[in-house]
């Protein structure tokens, strides 16, 4: 049984991208000048911003998955306008 190792750099990952559309790498770069990072930077910057943005939709689909399974017992809204008007007499 051989096991994989993982093997890491000061705990970060190299990635080769391959590919890149002009039109990305120029928008990229231009977006690392504009933000005084290098090019590398502003990749790492956008992959965790991507990254942050999907664990926040992994949450909000567990969240509304729940609130989807407790709605179902929550007793039907009545109308609320009797009990505005009724506060309102208190007054």
């Known amino acids: 049984m051989r096991r994989s190792v993982k093997r890491f750099q000061n705990g970060s990952m190299n990635i080769t991208l391959k590919n890149v559309p ?3 790498y120029r928008a ?3 977006a690392a ?3 005084g990072r290098s090019l590398n930077q502003q990749i790492i910057c956008a992959l ?3 990254a ?3 664990e926040r939709r992994k949450r909000v689909a ?3 998955r729940e609130l989807d399974r ?3 017992s ?3 809204m009545e109308d609320s306008v009797p009990l505005i008007r009724e506060e309102r007499q208190r007054r």
């Open 48 to 50: 965790e911003t991507e």
């Open 62 to 64: 567990k969240w509304r």
């Open 22 to 24: 002009d039109k990305v």
């Open 33 to 35: 000048k504009q933000q």
């Open 70 to 72: 407790f709605a179902p």
């Open 52 to 54: 942050a943005e999907l």
């Open 28 to 30: 990229v770069k231009r």
């Open 74 to 76: 929550l007793p039907p």
